[in-house]
């Protein structure tokens, strides 16, 4: 059974910093690509980051120059290091892993809150 675990959300003062975390099991973890979605109240799940499975990386405009996506493979775990947050990035973060080889997979986690509030 597949499983995507978030963890790391909270509440964070405009300016501070979260890093989120996805544990996977189930998956031949490397061979995954693993994203990092957002959904806000009222709007779409929109992609904030992706990591490849030979660590190319991809960023939302809105999280280039503050998110930083990593992967440890032996952990089979994926990280978001969120600097400098905004009220606007609060959302409930979802962790999600995709193949294309081999047949086609696509699991999604159940998602982590992240609140950027004074």
């Known amino acids: 059974q597949v499983q995507l675990v978030e963890s790391g959300g909270g509440l964070v003062q405009p300016g501070g910093s979260l890093r989120l975390s996805c544990a996977a099991s189930g998956i031949i973890f490397n061979i995954y690509t693993m994203d990092w979605y957002r959904q806000a109240p009222g709007k779409q799940r929109e992609l904030v980051a992706a990591i490849t499975s030979v660590d190319s990386t991809n960023y939302a405009d809105s999280a280039k120059g503050r998110f930083t996506i990593s992967r440890d493979n032996a952990k089979n775990t994926v990280f978001l290091q969120m600097d400098s947050l905004k009220p606007e990035d609060t959302a409930v973060y979802y962790c999600?892993?995709?193949?294309?080889?081999?047949?086609?997979?696509?699991?999604w986690g159940q998602g982590t809150q992240v609140t950027v509030s004074s």
């Open positions: 999600r892993a995709q193949k294309w080889s081999v047949g086609r997979g696509d699991y």
